[in-house]
């Protein structure tokens, strides 16, 4: 899927070089800015390893120009609900994202001033309002933060596997681990009827919680340690 940032207006440098980098990090296609008010120059220093992306960034001064030619057009505001309004009819984050992974090709997700917002007209324009759910005293999130909450939650569902993360411990070794858990419990005495209900219930904390590989091995030796210390003294 295609995802295209749009800042309308954005003021402050530093959320430019920001959101520079955030597009970076969470694999964004494009960053288009309209109008920029902030120095480009200066946010260039803020967006660390991102700079060539920034400096490919597409400058336009037509919000229409921004928006055309996408299978979904997307505002954000942290207004979701104005009662009787019907552009103030947001869906949270969370639904937005895990609707239309796998239903558009393309996206543009527009983000506002950091003074005003979206104006109603820009909002009109746009397919869907997204809003991430706040503390409704006081939900207005900082430009930048609101671009990497919004691209991390579609990175979560778009790349389900990220190579930055370690690898899960397999059903082999956590049975290994419920199999000595087991025997430490013969070892102490534990009565059968209630071995039972422990191996149940360390089975279902050990597979409810997906460990990693790193802290299933960590476990194991561990708990063979504990094991051929109980085997020792009896
Ligand atoms: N005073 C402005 C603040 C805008 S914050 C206002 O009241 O509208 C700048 C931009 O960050 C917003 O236009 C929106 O794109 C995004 N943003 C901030 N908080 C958000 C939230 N809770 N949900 C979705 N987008 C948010």
């Not at 902030?38 to 967006?47: K, P, Q, V």
Request: net charge positive.
């Amino acid at each position: 899927m295609k995802i295209r940032v749009v800042l309308v207006e954005p003021e402050g440098a530093v959320n430019v070089g920001f959101v520079a980098r955030a597009c970076v990090n969470f694999g964004v296609d494009e960053l288009v800015l309209v109008n920029p008010r902030a120095d480009l120059e200066e946010a260039l220093t803020y967006s660390a390893k991102a700079k060539d992306f920034l400096n490919k960034a597409i400058i336009m001064n037509d919000y229409d120009e921004a928006i055309k030619g996408f299978d979904l057009v997307v505002a954000t505001s942290s207004k979701g609900y104005s009662r009787g309004n019907h552009i103030r009819q947001a869906i949270d984050l969370r639904t937005f994202v895990e609707n239309i992974v796998g239903r558009v090709n393309s996206v543009a997700i527009i983000f506002g001033r950091e003074s005003s917002g979206l104006k109603r007209s820009e909002l009109d324009k746009a397919d869907v309002l997204v809003t991430i759910p706040a503390n409704p005293g006081y939900p207005v999130l900082n430009l930048n933060q609101a671009v990497a909450i919004v691209l991390y939650e579609l990175w979560l569902v778009l790349k389900r596997t990220s190579q930055n993360l370690p690898p899960r411990a397999s059903r082999d070794i956590l049975d290994k681990i419920i199999d000595i858990i087991n025997h430490i419990a013969v070892k102490t005495g534990i009565q059968e009827h209630k071995r039972v209900r422990l191996e149940r219930t360390i089975r279902s904390i050990l597979f409810r919680s997906s460990p990693s590989l790193f802290e299933a091995k960590m476990l194991e030796y561990f708990l063979r340690k504990v094991y051929r210390s109980i085997e020792e003294k009896h």
